[in-house]
């Protein structure tokens, strides 16, 4: 039984492991046999069977009534429609499932974010709200929260489940208790919110009869005027036992019968449909009605239907008898209602018709108020007080009450603030001084009065006197104060404390009365002086600044020492002399006049400074200050000359040096024969110098205050001397002519046939001559070419640092044209190989960098020296191996080139070449790299087999081909082998998938042995 385990489990373990690295066996096998990959046309298209939604389980809810169902492919709905039964007090909800979405208004079943509607904006407070969510997890449960905090405030919470199309619907039935504003959250737990939604719960407008007919009345006809209580309302009326129907205000009915009607009116709103208003009277056409009627004819109406004066009710009579005045015989007279009160009413009266029919009255109720209100405020008083008394205000009005009781102070009250009768008005006194408080009263009758108190009060301090200020700093030891008044808007100003701080302390003293001048008696030192009021009441006032004084009796000091200059040596300045005078004051009063720094330019050996003096801010003048003598010299000494002066000489020169100064005398000379600028720490001239090359000397002087003179330079010219001449390698036409000097020169030859004495330059009288090689050396050697054969010649050797030298003339003999051999001994001929007369390069490049890429190898090198007429790169798959070539990889002036076509994870080795014409140049050293990407079995673009620019091979172009270029025939083929390890590091998924095999395949070995 464990045997079948493990095999098994091994089993299992391989199908895992090659499931997981098949993609990557197939992409190998399509690398190493180059076929081309299947196009996804190739490929399987997977089919995904449907599945059916899962059905949700219907939400349980306080509603009884049958679950509804929905048939595969038809559209659910709900039926029957749910009874929503309203409970006093409670909330009742209903969960609607299967509803269908489509009869929903406003939903968006393509949005795919959480959202939740309602549907409608508005609800009257007992109607159903039925929301619905689209855009939620399928399958996920959150929490449904409707609340409104308007009164009374309500929060019902319930849970609902997204269905597979991630939508879910809900049924709140509102609890007819009217709020404005509903909140619908939906959150997930208890805290994120997802999505929602407001909606408005409106009130039904309420709905009034203005006018109406008379009960009873003998008119066939009847108009109602009415109003809602919600602007843009519906109406709809109706008359006895008819039904509702759509109205207008006025409504009229024509056509009535004798007998009792009735009329009712509603009104239609955001918030619904309100309830009726109606109206009940009677119509009899045989009536015959006596009219008496009872209206206010006379009386001063004042504020909210109040009278302010007795009311005169008058009486009208008529009949509906013919003629109706005729036929009224006792119509009552004016009734005049005197009594205060919210309610004063006339008395019925009657009248009679000639026919006996009576008539009574109305019934006319008025309010009267007859009767000023009253106002007062306590703690007013004429005289001044030292604290702000309490001010209540008292108002009163027995009849119609009090409508408003205002205050102002100092100004009318009529325009005033308003407060409420017992108000305390303490706090809002103005403040210290003089004031009027005003109060006015009004009852709702629109009687009124007024009262006006006066309130004197000083509760302040006298205000802080200014600064007190004398003369300071001062010498004098008397002293006189002022300052600026202290002020007091109440009482006014009694007399003044003063202070002293500092050497001599005073504490508080009066100075006896009010005058805002004082004087003192202070010896030297420093002080504050202070002041403050006090005023009539005994009220002292807050203290003034300090002010300073500082009384100084000590004369200040003067010292003068130099500041600036340059100094420098032997006590010497090399500038101007800036002399500063340093002031001091002990007294503590400072320096009001110090002397400006004093400058001393002229040039001598013993120039002074001024003695002056200064002035100390108390008016103490100090002593003559010291005197500061000093040594100016700021002239250089004279530029140094030479002897003998700079210039060509054919010998060796004692070359002297010599300077002067005026004033502080020469100091000394430092030179130097190096070129570089001469300064102090340079050789100390001593003595002559000996000039035996050529040289040049710089030099400067130093007088005795350290001043530097100009810089001499002086260039000597040295022939250098030439020795050893010697010609060697003469053959039939050419020879090497090497000789030394004694220092570095240049190199030239001239020769002729013919020997010459020594004539005038640049030839000295000879034929021919070498271009001059420019670099001075002291070993030289030049070679001569297109010489005859067998020809005697004469030259000599010119070389010159400045000036320049000619040699001895010396002579040589080329060869003849027959004694040439070979090295068999027998007479050379002319070779049948190709002849290239073009010369290679100076240098080799540099390959500095090979950087792979995708199936390319970037390389970059140094520029070869000239001549250079174009470049070669070659490359093998070995060190030192290197197979194929490509000329035309640029000219002069190439430094990098991007070999492409390479086979990804091989390793490469490159070198590069310049050549001119048919003269390939030295190799450069060797580099390798490795590309990435696939496999290429072909050399590398523009690469040909062979092409490696030997001596022999013919200049490159656009034509190359391995005939002409090449100097190995062999093909070479690109191996088919990878190199493991880089294969293994670029398929790193792969080498994984191998050693996860390897281990269970160990793993499975080892337990087979134990067991």
């Known amino acids: 039984m464990k045997m079948w385990q493990k095999t098994v489990s091994i089993i299992v373990t391989f199908a895992l492991l090659f499931n997981s690295i098949a993609p990557y066996s197939i992409a190998i096998a399509q690398e190493l046999t180059s076929e081309p990959s299947p196009t996804p046309t190739d490929l399987a298209t997977p089919t995904i069977a449907p599945t059916d939604s899962p059905t949700q389980s219907p939400t349980p809810t306080d509603i009884a009534s049958p679950e509804p169902t929905a048939e595969a492919g038809t559209t659910p709905s709900i039926s ?45 407070p007992t109607s159903v709200v039925l929301i619905t969510g689209t855009g939620f997890t399928s399958g996920k449960t959150y929490t449904l929260e409707i609340s409104s905090t308007d009164e009374p405030p309500v929060t019902h919470t319930d849970s609902v489940t997204a269905d597979s199309q991630g939508t879910f619907t809900y049924a709140y039935q509102l609890d007819g208790k009217y709020r404005p504003n509903y909140k619908i959250e939906v959150k997930v737990g208890s805290e994120r919110i997802v999505a929602s939604v407001t909606f408005t719960d409106g009130d039904p407008p309420v709905v009034e009869i203005d006018s109406e007919p008379s009960d009873p009345t003998n008119s066939t006809s009847a108009t109602f005027y009415f109003h809602s209580t919600e602007e843009g309302s519906a109406f709809q009326c109706k008359i006895d036992v008819s039904g509702y129907s759509v109205c207008e205000s006025p409504k009229t009915y024509t056509g009535l019968s004798n007998g009792s009607h009735i009329f009712q009116v509603k009104a239609t709103g955001v918030g619904g449909t309100g309830l009726p208003d109606s109206s009940n009277w009677v119509v ?64 019925a009266q009657t009248a009679n018709d000639a026919g006996g029919n009576t008539g009574t009255s109305n019934v006319v109720t008025v309010k009267t108020d007859t009767s000023n209100p009253t106002v007062s405020a306590t703690g007013a008083s004429a005289s001044w007080q030292s604290s702000v008394p309490t001010i209540i205000v008292s108002a009163s009005d027995s009849v119609s009450g009090l409508a408003s009781v205002k205050y102002a102070w100092d100004a009318d009250a009529t325009g005033g603030t308003l407060i409420s009768n017992g108000t305390d008005l303490t706090s809002t006194y103005p403040g210290n001084g003089d004031h009027t408080l005003n109060l006015s009263v009004t009852d709702n009758a629109g009687r009124t009065n007024s009262f006006s108190g006066k309130y004197m009060v000083d509760t302040g301090i006298p205000s802080a006197p200014g600064t007190p200020s004398t003369t300071t700093p001062t010498n004098s030891t008397t002293q006189t104060w002022s300052w600026t008044a202290a002020t007091d808007s109440v009482s006014n100003i009694a007399n003044y404390l003063y202070r002293i701080s500092g050497d001599a302390t005073v504490n508080s003293t009066s100075t006896g009365s009010n005058s805002t001048s004082f004087v003192t008696n202070l010896v030297q030192g420093i002080y504050s002086f ?50 500063h005078f340093n002031c001091s004051d002990t007294g503590g009063s400072g320096m009001a006049s110090c002397p400006n720094d004093e400058i001393l330019s002229t040039e001598s050996s013993s120039i002074s400074s001024t003695a002056k003096a200064s002035t100390d801010n108390a008016g103490n003048t100090s002593v003559a200050s010291n005197v500061v003598t000093v040594k100016i010299d700021k002239t250089s000494p004279a530029t140094p000359s030479a002897t003998p002066v700079a210039g060509d ?187 290239c007369n073009d010369t290679k390069p100076g240098s080799a490049p540099v390959l500095t960098g090979a950087f792979g890429g995708v199936n390319s190898v970037t390389l970059h090198w140094t520029e070869a020296s000239d001549p250079v007429s174009y470049y070669l790169v070659t490359y093998g798959a070995s060190s030192g191996a290197q197979t194929y070539g490509n000329p035309n990889v640029g000219g002069k002036g190439t430094t990098s080139y991007t070999v492409s076509g390479l086979s990804g994870g091989r390793t490469y080795f490159f070198k590069v070449r310049a050549g001119n014409g048919c003269a390939p140049g030295d190799f450069s050293n060797e580099v390798f790299a490795i590309p990435v990407g696939g496999f290429i079995s072909s050399p590398a673009t523009g690469f040909i087999p062979g092409v490696l620019g030997t001596e022999t091979e013919a200049s490159p172009g656009p034509s190359l081909s391995p005939q002409t270029l090449g100097t190995e025939d062999s093909e070479i083929t690109e191996p088919k082998e990878v190199n493991l390890v880089t294969w293994l590091l670029t398929h790193k998924k792969i080498s994984l998938g191998v050693i996860l095999i390897l281990a269970a395949i160990g793993y499975f070995i080892s337990k087979q042995k134990k067991s």
């Not at 409670?90 to 509803?99: F, S």
């Not at 420019?774 to 005697?792: D, E, F, N, P, Q």
């Open 649 to 835: 000489y054919t010998s060796d020169q004692s070359v002297t040096l010599s300077s002067s100064d005026s004033l502080s005398g020469f100091g000394a000379i430092y030179y130097t024969t190096d070129g570089s600028v001469p300064d102090a720490t340079k050789t100390l001239y001593a003595g002559a110098i000996t000039v035996d090359k050529d040289m040049t000397i710089k030099a400067i002087a130093y007088d005795n205050a350290g001043n530097a003179g100009g810089i001499l330079e002086a260039t000597y010219g040295i022939a250098p001397v030439i020795s050893g001449e010697t010609s060697s390698s003469a053959t039939t036409d050419s020879v090497t002519i090497t000789w030394t000097t004694d220092e570095a020169a240049t190199s030239r030859v001239i020769y002729d046939t013919a020997s010459h004495a020594l004539g005038a330059a640049p030839n000295y009288g000879y034929a021919n001559s070498t271009d001059e090689d420019s670099t001075k050396v002291t070993s030289h050697s030049v070679g001569l070419t297109g010489l005859t054969a067998g020809t005697t010649y004469y030259y000599r050797t010119v070389s010159h640092g400045s000036p320049e030298a000619v040699s001895d003339e010396n002579s040589f003999t080329t060869t003849s044209s027959d004694t040439t051999t070979g090295s068999s001994g027998g007479t050379l001929s002319d070779a049948s190989a190709p002849n």
């Open 80 to 124: 029957p429609s749910p009874q929503i039964p309203i409970e006093h007090g409670n909330l009742t909800t209903t969960v609607i499932e299967n509803i269908d979405l489509s009869v929903v208004t406003g939903l968006n079943t393509n949005v795919d974010v959480p959202t939740v509607t309602t549907d409608k904006p508005d609800y009257s």
């Open 284 to 347: 009899n056409t045989s009536l015959q009605i006596v009219t008496v009627t009872a209206t206010v004819s006379g009386g001063t109406l004042g504020s909210n239907e109040w009278y302010t004066s007795n009311v005169t009710v008058g009486f009208t009579c008529s009949s509906t008898s013919t003629p109706p005045e005729d036929n009224i015989s006792n119509c009552p007279g004016d009734q005049i209602l005197s009594t205060e009160g919210s309610s004063v009413s006339s008395s």
């Open 530 to 579: 202070y002041v403050k009021a006090v005023d009539s009441a005994g009220n002292t006032g807050s203290e003034s600044s300090g002010g300073s004084l500082t009384v100084d009796t000590t004369i200040p000091t003067l010292t003068a020492a130099v500041s600036a200059g340059t100094l420098g040596t032997n006590s010497w300045y090399t500038s101007n002399v800036t002399v």
